[in-house]
């Protein structure tokens, strides 16, 4: 059987697929995908790849198609469960990584970190002007809890922060045990010193923070997100910026990748990352690898641990 790798992945998950599979590693544009796809029986890819339903249409042998990572919202899964193809993907793989740049970006807020480097390499010493703040005794507000908003819990009280999470999937009893309070979005926006996103991307969480959201919030707010950039409105954030609705922001996500000529680009007191949440060496590693034994397990035949549209094995 035949395996297409259409994105980097790590080199051990590719030597592992070798030993088994005809494999190749190598890139395609969404406009030459179609046309090479009919050979393969798997297809893995990670965020640059789309596979819409014109690619899996003409895949007519693909078995499994993976994702080297968490978000699955470049894969048409709805499709590929109607012709009964399994998707899977890596889903404990970046949690860590996505997590500490979370903490790492609400540091870098309350410290002014990328401006003070900027500006020592000016040559200025504003010391008096970057006055920060502790994250010590400040209230963490995560939109959405799962695995990463987790990570992020235990290390931001670690901190010394109180965390609380508007998470109407969360049951109780998993919030008490890892120690987060579950609320209500109204009360997380009114009351929370930083409020990280950790939702994924769906038709309910997209665009669901807005101007609505941002007037309610604290003008002190920071807000970090980590997620999927269309879950925030990314006009009514430039404008809260520039109207003082909140202090800062840190964003690891966009709603168009890069954001070419994006006004965010513009906008006072925003961090940028270019999506680097799962860019580790140890994340890419375990994504790389996990989806590599999951796509292994279809092609032999049996279930694998890790399937996003799991109604093909529970009907």
């Not at 080297?68 to 889903?91: L, S």
């Amino acid at each position: 059987m035949k395996v297409l790798i259409n994105d980097a992945i790590a080199e051990s998950a590719i030597e592992m697929l070798r030993s088994k599979y005809e494999v190749t590693a190598q890139f395609h544009e969404k406009e030459d995908l179609p046309n090479v796809i009919p050979d393969y029986d798997a297809l893995i890819v990670r965020g640059k790849t789309k596979v819409p339903r014109e690619v899996i249409d003409k895949g007519a042998k693909l078995k499994v198609i993976g994702r080297a990572g968490i978000g699955v919202d470049n894969i048409d899964v709805q499709y590929a469960t109607e012709k009964k193809i399994p998707v899977v993907n890596a889903p404990m793989s970046s949690t860590v990584s996505v997590a500490e740049l979370a903490v790492g970006h609400m540091i870098s807020l309350a410290r002014h970190l990328p401006y003070a480097d900027r500006s020592m390499k000016e040559g200025k010493w504003e010391k008096k002007k970057l006055m920060g703040n502790e994250l010590m005794g400040k209230t963490l507000g995560m939109v959405g809890c799962g695995r990463i908003g987790a990570e992020v819990a235990s290390r931001a009280k670690a901190f010394g922060m109180e965390t609380i999470a508007f998470d109407p999937y969360l049951p109780q009893e998993v919030a008490d045990k890892i120690g987060v309070k579950l609320t209500t979005m109204e009360d997380l926006l009114e009351n929370s010193d930083y409020i990280s996103i950790h939702a994924l991307l769906t038709d309910e969480t997209r665009g669901m923070i807005g101007r609505e959201q941002f007037k309610k919030m604290k003008n002190s707010v920071y807000l970090v997100n980590c997620a999927r950039g269309p879950i925030m409105d990314e006009t009514a954030l430039v404008e809260a910026l520039e109207n003082g609705e909140i202090r800062g922001a840190a964003l690891d996500v966009f709603e168009n990748e890069p954001p070419e000529g994006s006004p965010l680009l513009g906008a006072p007191n925003v961090i940028f990352t270019p999506h680097l949440g799962a860019s580790t060496v140890e994340g890419q590693n375990k994504a790389g690898m996990t989806t590599a034994e999951q796509v292994d397990k279809v092609l032999s035949g049996q279930q694998p641990d890790f399937v996003v549209n799991r109604e093909i094995y529970n009907p």
